[in-house]
């Protein structure tokens, strides 16, 4: 918390007096004044309070009041208030400043003119400060935040603050431990309590670390009102204190400008109670008496763990248990009571059959198994012992566990439809417990199983690029004794082998300024657009390091732009990797140029490649899923999918013509050889080729 001054401190020179300036009066002090000056009467000498009433004597005659108040520290006007009515006014919070301070009023008069200034009062502020910590709840003034930043309020114009910290719970033990040694030697202060320093004052920099100054060149200085406590005492910019759970009491102080301490504050206790973390399970679980684990707390002695069924919060079973030492995990089992249930402790003072164990015939506690269901629970670590204050931290944040099932797929998400990634990455919900997934891939028309593969982690990513197809995946867990868990619902995936898939122009639209969109492969770092004018020109447009998945050859926008002639075009989009080789080329799209020429005229299709702006232009389309059948993959492997429901057949490389790559330099072009066959025999089953200027590709 901090706010912003001008910096005229009184290592400067004092000001020049001015005839509107009260301290005219106060070169004057000597003089002996008339009645008519408001008299001060109060703040005098030492002022406790940061919000002091000021009083004054009444002049006859007088409608109103101003009050002038100014610091003898930095010389500057702390604050002015006007047209009081009566005697007296209360300073509010933060305008009065810390030290000396100078004192004048004034009294109007309805024929709008004013008395002389009254002599000067001088007074002392030495209100201390008011301390707290933010963020903190309830009667405790409990933080989960283990570096807690510790606030205050405070006149302004502190040189700087001094806190002082104890560590209650430390103190506490230290004094247990002394008594049970027998020991009768006072505790060392230092070993629970230090004092940090926090300069006041400072100057604000800028971006670049720099200090600012305002338009008059004086350093805009900065009021500090929060700290977070340093490790290091003695350097304010070391790393933060972590403090442990535990109860600390605070007491800060202000120093002002002319070295003069203020009293302690108040003291301020609070507890440091942070909530546990990394709660698990928190999946269905092989278990089926499951360990419930978290991180531990610092200086936690014990744990409360709280489950409930799923749907209610009425306690399934519920028990503090004893912090294991030295251990980064803490950890519980749910426990059988002597009735049957889950243990639920009520702390009512009296032990019921449902709070005790059931001991088997070794004396041990017999544990509750869980079969079936869904449970949640939490934690909220406790700082207890004998003769120490008793801290309870915060509930975690629940984890939700349930016993065994089946993974979810989640991901590869189709784009309208299709997988365009050529190594896509199926992803699944965890179960607790497992020592690795089973994952079961099957391809339409080809004998299954096209892939099986294993995982320990969550994911699977397809080693090699997965040729264009309909696809089907099943995922699940196995514990550490080969245990299975059910296979996951089957996930249908329409794959298009790294292919980009175009959305527009659709098949035989007519356009005249034509918008190219695709819907992109997610390893891709750019994309080359093939546009051929069918019978006229085979590379009509061939652009390359397109970024969107979109791109607009000619804007109707931009002056000259010149629509498609009538006719026939072809388009195909490939993915440019990072490394820049290429993907596969998309199936084509073939759409028509909506305006004829009429002119005699040609049209310059040059233009079409002059104008090369790219934005994303992709309208969003209903992702519309394959039927899913209810086979598994434990019972039965289907002979074939013929009664798979397709979802967008993908395009197939023996069917679509495809641009070949230009010859680019001296390097000489590998092509095809069924790709040449396709479009030699393009040619042959054409007219138009005849008696045309056929453009070289180069």
């Known amino acids: 918390m901090k706010f912003s001054m001008r910096s005229k401190i009184r290592a400067g020179a004092k000001r020049s007096i001015t005839s509107v300036n009260p301290a005219e009066i106060d070169t004057l002090e000597s003089r002996l004044l008339l009645t008519t000056t408001p008299n001060i009467l109060t703040p005098t000498g030492d002022v406790a309070d940061a919000t002091p009433q000021f009083t004054w004597e009444a002049v006859d005659g007088a409608e109103s009041y101003d009050l002038w108040v100014t610091s003898l520290e930095t010389y500057e006007t702390a604050f002015v208030a006007r047209d009081i009515v009566g005697t007296s006014y209360t300073a509010a919070e933060g305008e009065v400043t810390l030290g000396k301070i100078r004192i004048w009023a004034r009294a109007n008069f309805s024929d709008d003119t004013s008395s002389d200034w009254s002599p000067a009062s001088v007074a002392t502020i030495v209100a201390a400060p008011t301390a707290s910590v933010a963020g903190v709840t309830g009667a405790t003034n409990r933080t989960t935040d283990s570096t807690p930043e510790i606030t205050w309020t405070s006149p302004r114009a502190a040189s700087q603050f001094k806190i002082w910290v104890t560590d209650l719970t430390e103190k506490r033990a230290l004094e247990q431990a002394a008594a049970d040694a027998g020991s009768t030697d006072p505790i060392d202060v230092t070993s629970y309590s230090k004092q940090y320093t926090v300069q006041n004052l400072t100057p604000v920099l800028d971006d670049e670390g720099n200090p600012t100054v305002d338009d008059d060149g004086n350093l805009v200085l900065q009021e500090v009102r929060s700290f977070v406590i340093p490790e290091d005492p003695t350097d304010a910019d070391s790393e933060p204190r972590e403090f442990d759970m535990g109860r600390y009491r605070i007491w800060i102080r202000a120093i002002d400008l002319s070295g003069k301490a203020t009293g302690w504050s108040s003291a301020y206790t609070f507890d440091v109670g942070p909530d546990p973390q990394n709660l698990t399970p928190d999946s269905p679980t092989f278990q089926v008496t499951p360990d419930l684990t978290w991180d531990t707390v610092d200086g936690a002695t014990h744990y409360e763990v709280y489950v409930s069924e799923v749907g209610t919060t009425s306690p399934f079973f519920r028990r503090t248990v004893e912090a294991t030492a030295n251990a980064t995990r803490q ?368």
Not at 566 to 590: H, L, Q, T
């Open 331 to 698: 950890s519980t089992q749910m426990v059988q009571s002597q009735v049957g249930t889950p243990i639920v402790e009520n702390d009512n003072g009296t032990v019921e059959a449902f709070e005790r164990p059931l001991l088997d015939q070794d004396g041990e506690e017999t544990l509750y198994q869980i079969l079936s269901g869904e449970y949640r629970f939490w934690v909220r670590a406790i700082n207890m012992g004998e003769g120490l204050p008793t801290v309870t931290g915060a509930w975690s944040a629940p984890a939700t566990f349930s016993s065994i099932e089946a993974p979810a797929i989640t991901a590869p998400v189709p784009d309208q439809g299709v997988i365009t990634s050529a190594t896509p990455t199926v992803t699944w919900t965890p179960i607790h417990g497992t020592a690795r997934y089973e994952v079961l891939v099957h391809k339409f028309n080809s004998r299954p199983p096209f892939l099986e593969a294993t995982s320990t982690t969550t994911s699977y990513t397809f080693a090699e690029a997965l040729p264009a197809g309909q696809y089907t995946v099943w995922v699940r867990a196995l514990d550490t004794r080969g245990n299975p868990s059910p296979w996951s619902a089957p996930q249908h995936m329409t794959i298009t082998g790294g292919r980009p898939v175009i959305t527009s122009p659709t098949p035989g639209e007519v356009v005249d300024f034509p918008t190219f969109t695709w819907v992109g492969v997610p390893e891709a770092a750019s994309y080359e657009v093939w546009v051929s004018h069918v019978g006229v020109d085979f590379t009509f447009v061939n652009v390359s390091g397109i970024e969107d998945t979109s791109f607009q050859p000619n804007d109707p926008a931009n002056p000259g732009s010149v629509p498609l002639s009538e006719g026939d075009y072809r388009i195909w989009v490939r993915a440019i990797m990072a490394d820049g080789s290429f993907g596969p080329w998309s199936a084509p799209v073939s759409f028509k140029g909506g305006i004829p020429t009429t002119d005699a005229t040609p049209v310059d299709d040059e233009l079409m490649v002059t104008s090369l702006p790219r934005e994303l232009n992709v309208e969003a389309a209903a992702t519309t899923q394959p039927a899913q059948d209810s086979w598994q993959p434990d019972d039965s492997v289907p002979a074939s999918m013929a009664d798979f429901e397709e979802d967008v057949q993908p395009p197939a490389d023996d069917l679509s013509p495809l641009p070949m790559q230009p010859v680019r330099g001296n390097a000489a072009a590998q092509l095809d050889i069924d790709l040449v066959s396709t479009l030699a025999q393009e040619c042959v089953e054409t007219e138009w080729w005849a008696g045309k200027d056929v453009r070289e590709n180069g």
